[in-house]
């Protein structure tokens, strides 16, 4: 099955600078990769997603960024702020399963 | 958040009881997810439903069962609770108007004594 890797586990940055995210996945037929924000004591929440025809989407502050090549994808915040701590989580999907990072607690410091 | 909520939200319950978990969505999704949440191991698929009837393993599917017997409920029952299936449970959809993108619930959480 697939398997997918996130790192660093951990971030830490000060405000207004930028945090990147590293995932890599395994299986080449996935297609679809989400990126969720979960907040202390809250749901995963949908931030941005990309499908495997595009190497690069952004709203806003945040961008994720795929090779299919190499089989990884990246999310990219921007002009940090403190409420963008949180725990960010990578996924990898060929449609109906979804397969997920380990996560990585995002730290912004003013 | 994408018409789904699960009940209960909290949950103690002893070793050895069987315990059911409500999942209900609104929106007539086509897939439903259940997840376990631990530290260190992100989110886990459980099982998940592709229809009404139609379901299929996880990776953590041991001590796990499952039913959904309508569109808009997925139940996830463990027969005899234990320790080790203390986590935070959340059920997700997937399959609607949007697509593959996946919503979650809020969340229950299990503890078990």
């Known amino acids: 099955g697939e398997n997918v890797e996130q790192h660093p586990s951990t971030l830490s940055v000060q405000e207004g600078d930028s945090a990147v995210i590293k995932c890599t996945y395994s299986d080449s037929a996935s297609n679809y990769f989400p990126w969720y924000k979960q907040e202390l004591g809250k749901r995963p929440q949908l931030i941005i997603d990309?499908?495997?025809?595009?190497g690069e989407k952004k709203d806003q502050r945040i961008a994720v960024t795929l090779n299919k090549t190499a089989k990884h994808f990246s999310l990219h915040i921007t002009e940090t702020q403190p409420e963008d701590s949180a725990v960010y989580f990578c996924?990898?999907?060929?449609?109906?399963?979804?397969?997920f990072g380990t996560g990585t607690s995002l730290t912004v410091i003013p | 958040d994408a018409g789904i909520t699960q009940s209960p939200r909290h949950k103690v319950t002893e070793t050895g009881t069987p315990v059911t978990l409500r999942c209900h969505q609104t929106e007539n999704h086509r897939y439903m997810y259940w997840y376990r949440q631990d530290p260190g191991h992100g989110l886990r698929l459980i099982h998940y439903?592709?229809?009404?009837?139609?379901?299929d393993k996880g990776e953590v599917s041991d001590g796990y069962s499952v039913s959904r017997s309508k569109t808009e409920d997925f139940l996830l029952t463990l027969e005899s609770a234990t320790s080790s299936q203390t986590s935070v449970y959340f059920c997700?959809?997937?399959?609607?108007?949007?697509?593959?993108?996946?919503?979650f619930g809020p969340g229950t959480r299990l503890t078990v004594l």
């Open positions: 990309i499908r495997s025809n595009v």
């Open positions: 439903s592709y229809g009404v009837k139609d379901t």
């Open positions: 997700a959809i997937s399959g609607g108007l949007r697509g593959n993108e996946q919503f």
């Open positions: 996924a990898a999907s060929t449609g109906n399963q979804f397969y």
